[in-house]
C-alpha cells in the first residue's frame, strides 16, 4: 500500500537511553549518573 509505510526518505537513526518518564518510572537518584555502552549497530540499506 503506497504511503503505508514512511521509509521513501533519508531518516536518523537516534540511540537514547531515557532515564526518567512515564514510560520508564522514576529514576533511581543513588544510581545516577548511569552509562550506556554500545557495541555494535547493524543497518540494512533497502534494495529495490
Known amino acids: 500500500m503506497e504511503g503505508q509505510y514512511p521509509f521513501d526518505r533519508p531518516y536518523y537513526l537516534l540511540i537514547d537511553m531515557q532515564t526518567e518518564g512515564s514510560w520508564v518510572g522514576k529514576a533511581i537518584k543513588s544510581e545516577l549518573p ?13 534494495v529495490e
Open 34 to 46: 548511569v552509562e550506556m555502552e554500545i557495541d555494535w549497530v547493524k543497518m540494512y540499506d533497502l
